[in-house]
């Protein structure tokens, strides 16, 4: 039964499997980008991925849906190798959904109804079903009706963010992959972004990759962290796990969140916290706990 029960867990996720990228193989230029990836990415999960520019992130997840080709190792999509002859990259594609950095890249129709329908329309579906996933993929990514009939290239930065959201979820993919989704956003955007995804992930059991540069987002939002040094996976594990070693991190010129260098503080002042807070709410709970306990 066990054994069932992990095969069909294997169906519904992506394995990396000694995955290696080279640029400028066989020339003077020859650099890793990646260097012998093992990753098991599970149906369900909120990823958070980090890393330095020039880690590896970026080229990582252009291989999770075929933009990039391993020099070396595989890549399997429920049990199948996506570089195998005859695997089928377009329907991989809109299985596993990437929303790039900037979204002027995705956007190019004249109205935003017309661009959040351009990836069902690729599929070949019929006109209804084209229909009903533009308007449900515009309403998850909260797209306002006022904006159907905009040109895309008229609209506020967070609102092209989330018509680039809208054209990938039409797709209806498995795994959502978001490449600095809240780059260049003010504060505000950048909260109603993240919420925003953290709604489609929560409503919507997709497996969510959210790539950032912000250990107080991935903090907050993620179950998962995998940080990513020189094309290396340098640790994965839960939010917890990972700032816990906030001095490993500094090593190679990352840092845990504000919250836990304060939790580190208070704890150094005597205060009986059981270990330290990744998030501000995180923090507040342990507060409260510790000043209950006191009072006790």
């Known amino acids: 039964m066990d054994t069932e029960k992990k095969n069909r867990d294997l169906q519904e996720c992506m394995v990396l499997d000694h995955v290696s990228y080279v640029y400028g193989a066989g020339t003077a230029y020859e650099k890793y980008a990646l260097q012998d990836i093992n990753l098991v990415l599970q149906k369900g999960e909120f990823i958070g991925l980090i890393g330095h520019t020039g880690s590896g992130k970026s080229t990582l997840v252009q291989h999770l849906n075929g933009l990039l080709s391993p020099t070396s190792g595989h ?3 429920r049990g199948n190798d996506i570089g195998a002859a005859g695997f089928n990259k377009k329907e991989l594609r809109s299985k596993v959904g990437l929303v790039f950095q900037y979204p002027e890249h995705q956007l190019f129709e004249t109205t935003v109804v017309k661009d959040v329908a351009f990836g069902p329309k690729n599929m070949g579906l019929p006109q209804l079903e084209i ?5 449900a993929a515009l309403k998850e990514a909260g797209v306002g009706e006022d904006l159907y009939d905009a040109s895309p290239f008229e609209l506020s930065g967070g609102q092209k963010r989330r018509v680039a959201i809208a054209g990938v979820l039409a797709m209806q993919p498995d795994i959502l992959i978001l490449d600095e989704p809240t780059a260049g956003l003010d504060p505000r955007g950048r909260d109603e972004i993240l919420d925003r995804i953290a709604k489609i ?3 919507g059991n997709r ?7 912000s250990m107080e987002d991935v903090a907050e939002y993620a179950s998962r962290l995998i940080v990513m040094n020189s094309g290396r996976v340098f640790c994965d594990g839960t ?3 990972v700032f816990e070693e906030y001095k490993e991190l500094e090593k190679i010129g990352l840092a845990a969140p504000q919250v836990t260098y304060l939790s580190e503080a208070l704890r150094a002042d005597g205060v009986a916290l059981p270990y330290n807070a990744t998030t501000v709410e995180e923090a507040r709970e342990l507060l409260l706990a510790d000043w209950r306990g006191g009072r006790g």
């Open 239 to 241: 939010p917890k796990e």
């Open 207 to 213: 497996t969510v990759i959210l790539v950032s540069h």
């Open 75 to 77: 890549i399997y999509y």
């Open 131 to 135: 229909d009903m996933r533009t308007f």
């Open 201 to 203: 992930h929560a409503e």
